[in-house]
């Protein structure tokens, strides 16, 4: 197997980096490109400091370009049209520079699956709106009693006439504070076996009834939501697909959800990091790694994991390119991905010892900026979202190993 670029694609990686280089904002560098205040594209599109919403249109423009807002979509529907190598190579340029995407959900998870699943009229009404900043979208799936087992979600929307009713509860609604609409896995029929009798339903954010509260995290940061639902009534043509067969829409949508490939980039670039800030003058104060030859192994071992993903993303690459969808492999992905970003985390606290517990960014005595400790708090989730572990082995030893269902 060749990894290294064809000249045709080195070409492309050239424009890629040439772009960010040139392109992108100050306000976006090195400030990682999802997360809460600087870095974050959605939320700066809407804020009310001049400066950060003149960076997220002008980064925006510069993707706009060239059709890099979704470089993965058609370009009958707007996007670049890339080959899955070319997005690939687009995705590892952007995380490593740490630059933000622009669209969110709406172009890695909802336009994916209504150029799958949509009508005409849905496409026309809602992707353009996507790729030009307009509408931002949340995604409205996890309810307090329906997580991992996604399929109990018992959100209830009755037919009337035209419209549905909705009434009940999501939870954990990434950025629903800062989105415009919303998509949702609803109950249309109760009686039908729990994978059916569910639909998936496009609605506006502020139509009368639905209210997002905000859920404060232990890092004190705003990312999440719980909604709610109170005769929420939403027109019968935001239904994507066919009534009571949104679970294989949804289970699509999930797909392209956890065909990672930036993760193995995110994690190397962490790990390089940890280990330059060690071999400073600054680091050799705070790290542990000289006299510890235990810790040292477990920097290499984190080191060489990251490899490991960086293939199993290639193996849900190299199956896109020839025109299949990820399963199981992109379960597999997902699950190495989200364990080994909680090891990283906890590795860099411990390399750092008691200079690993510092919070503040401001701290001057903080190594790294207290990059490894706000890491540890956030990344506690990583195995619960999107599917946990638990759920990711089950699908990998069903679909992946033919194993029995216990």
Do not use: C
């Not at 997360?35 to 700066?44: I, L, N, V």
């Amino acid at each position: 197997m060749d990894w290294s670029d064809s000249t045709e694609q080195a070409e492309f990686r050239a424009q890629v980096r040439d772009v960010i280089v040139n392109r992108l904002p100050q306000r976006y560098r090195g400030a990682g490109g999802e997360g809460e205040g600087a870095g974050s594209w959605q939320a700066d599109r809407i804020s009310s400091d001049p400066a950060a919403k003149a960076a997220a249109d002008e980064w925006a423009h510069a993707l706009a370009e060239r059709g890099w807002i979704a470089p993965h979509w058609p370009k009958e529907y707007g996007g670049a049209g890339l080959t899955p190598m070319e997005q690939f190579i687009f995705k590892q340029e952007m995380a490593q520079a740490q630059a933000p995407s622009v669209g969110g959900m709406g172009v890695s998870l909802l336009g994916p699956t209504l150029i799958v699943h949509g009508t005409e009229e849905q496409r026309a009404e809602h992707l353009p709106k996507i790729l030009s900043g307009e509408v931002a979208w949340a995604e409205g799936y996890s309810e307090p009693g329906a997580g991992s087992d996604l399929a109990s979600l018992q959100t209830r929307a009755i037919r009337d006439g035209d419209e549905y009713v909705i009434n009940g509860q999501k939870i954990w609604t990434s950025g629903a504070h800062t989105a415009d609409w919303l998509f949702a896995l609803v109950r249309t029929d109760p009686e039908a076996p729990k994978h059916r009798g569910i639909s998936f339903l496009m609605m506006d954010i502020k139509t009368p009834g639905l209210n997002i509260r905000p859920l404060i995290n232990m890092a004190w940061q705003h990312g999440f939501n719980e909604t709610f639902f109170e005769d929420v009534r939403v027109p019968v043509k935001n239904l994507v697909g066919d009534e009571n067969r949104g679970w294989y829409v949804g289970a699509s949508l999930l797909d392209f959800e956890r065909s990672n490939i930036a993760g193995a980039i995110e994690n190397r670039r962490l790990i390089s990091d940890l280990i330059d800030h060690a071999k400073s003058d600054e680091g050799r104060g705070h790290s542990r790694l000289a006299e510890s030859t235990g810790l040292r192994h477990e920097v290499a071992e984190a080191f060489v994991q990251t490899e490991v993903l960086f293939n199993f993303s290639f193996r849900v690459i190299s199956m896109q390119n020839r025109g299949l969808i990820p399963n199981y492999e992109a379960s597999t992905s997902k699950l190495f991905n989200s364990e080994l970003v909680q090891k990283v985390a906890r590795l860099g606290t411990r390399v750092f010892g008691l200079y690993g517990t510092l919070w503040s960014k401001e701290e001057p005595l903080s190594p790294m900026g207290a990059q490894f400790t706000r890491l540890y708090v956030t990344s506690i989730p990583r195995t619960i979202a999107a599917g946990s572990s638990e759920i990711q082995r089950n699908i990998i030893a069903t679909r992946g190993l033919g194993l029995p269902r216990g």
